[in-house]
């Protein structure tokens, strides 16, 4: 067990600052109904990166210079995993989508609705890579499971309103349009699509 009698209060606390926000990561998916959705790759190395960090903190015989290195790169992925539980903390849902190399992808979404049904955005790319397009996929909402066979817009009044009704639902989205690492409108690389119930 780490000796943490000779550790400053300040350490111990931004230790477990470290900590608790790495759990959260994974605690906050529970409040979705369903299946649980596992953290991403990059958010994964994220939370698991400042877990472990945050356990150094707590070890008062750790170098100095891993100390240092440990508390100049804690910024990413206290970012990457306070993003990651904002993206959680309001609606989100699954479209279990192959990618490129035929794998099963979780694609975890924020939706809107509106009267013509419900709407999703992502990169063009993104869509593109799991050919979304007239695809028969699974839609995991508010624990229910149903099919659904996604359309792509080409039109562009029409993705920039979903898109500018994703960011006026989502509150993380308004942070991140505030400093600049989400767009307030769409851009050219935007893609909307309509998730249409599959008919039988």
Not at 31 to 40: L, M, Q, R, S
């Amino acid at each position: 067990m780490a000796d943490v009698r000779n550790v400053s209060l300040v350490r111990l606390l931004t230790g477990a600052v470290f900590i608790v926000i790495s759990l959260a990561v994974f605690l906050v998916r529970f409040k979705h109904v369903g299946e649980y959705a596992i953290p991403t790759p990059g958010v994964l190395l994220g939370a698991l990166s400042l877990a472990f960090f945050g356990g150094l903190l707590f070890w008062a015989s750790v170098p100095r210079v891993i100390l240092w290195v440990a508390l100049l790169v804690s910024p990413v992925p206290v970012f990457v995993s306070l993003y990651a539980i904002g993206g959680e903390l309001e609606e989100v849902i699954s479209l279990y989508a192959p990618n490129s190399k035929g794998q099963l992808s979780d694609l975890r979404l924020w939706v809107v609705d509106r009267e013509d049904g419900a709407w999703v955005g992502m990169s063009r790319e993104k869509a593109i890579e799991h050919s979304l397009d007239g695809a028969r996929l699974e839609m995991l909402r508010a624990g229910e499971v149903h099919c659904v066979i996604p359309a792509l817009s080409q039109d562009l009044q029409t993705t920039r309103k979903i898109h500018a009704m994703k960011v006026e639902k989502y509150r993380v989205a308004q942070f991140s349009a505030t400093i600049g690492l989400y767009p307030r409108e769409a851009t050219e690389n935007t893609a909307v699509l309509r998730l249409d119930p599959c008919k039988d």
